[in-house]
Antibody, heavy 115, light 111 residues
């Protein structure tokens, strides 16, 4: 069974940093591209970032470019999102999702940016 | 990175059929057969319902179907059931500098 479990969310002050993790199981992690997608409270889905299976290709939404860094460790079956210079508008549930297009999604981790 | 355009809401009675549209451009929906549809119930993660315009993942009811004409994709749900009440999002591959774009979402109400 495919499982994606996000962690690392929480409350952070504007300008602060946070690192999200996604633990994958139930499939060959190293064979799939992975994504972060977020959803602000009461809003729609927003694609944030994607990384190819071997990390050769990395993409970011304009809204996070230069502030967020996606990475993965295929040996640990894990996906990461380093978020720096956080803003109030980054407040959202962050989902880890497999593949392009995403087929399996984790349950999400809430990031709240507030003073 | 403009979002795809979906109606904010649609509604239907049990047993009826409804269609949700998803309009993009020739750089996304119209240019590729990589449109997907997701169902999201409140407080839950999105669930893939349709991929590559019209394909259903294993386990998804055949009441859900997808199609595309030009720059507009559509999701049709036939035989509406109470459990279908949810938010629905389309997504598409895009030729822009980013690989994926979502629609703004459509809230389906089963009357």
């Amino acid at each position: 069974e495919v499982q994606l479990v996000e962690s690392g969310g929480g409350l952070v002050k504007p300008g602060g940093s946070l690192r999200l993790s996604c633990a994958a199981s139930g499939f060959t992690f190293s064979s799939y591209s992975m994504n972060w997608v977020r959803q602000a409270p009461g809003k729609g889905l927003e694609w944030v970032s994607s990384i190819s299976s071997s990390s050769s290709y990395i993409y970011y939404a304009d809204s996070v470019k230069g502030r967020f860094t996606i990475s993965r460790d295929n040996a640990k079956n894990s996906l990461y999102l380093q978020m720096n210079s956080l803003r109030a508008e980054d407040t959202a549930v962050y989902y880890c999702a497999r593949g392009l297009p995403p087929d399996y999604w984790g349950q999400g981790t809430l990031v709240t940016v507030s003073s | 990175q403009s979002a795809l355009t979906q109606p904010a809401s649609v509604s239907g009675s049990p047993g009826q059929s409804i269609t949700i549209s998803c309009t993009g451009t020739s750089s996304d929906v119209g240019g590729y057969n990589y449109v997907s549809w997701y169902q999201q119930h409140p407080g839950k993660a999105p669930k893939l319902m349709i991929y590559e315009v019209s394909n259903r993942p294993s386990g998804v009811s055949n009441r859900f179907s997808g199609s595309k004409s030009g720059n507009t994709a559509s999701l049709t749900i036939s035989g509406l059931q109470a459990e279908d009440e949810a938010d629905y999002y389309c997504s598409s591959y895009t030729s822009s500098s980013t690989p994926l774009v979502f629609g703004g979402g459509t809230k389906l109400t089963v009357l």
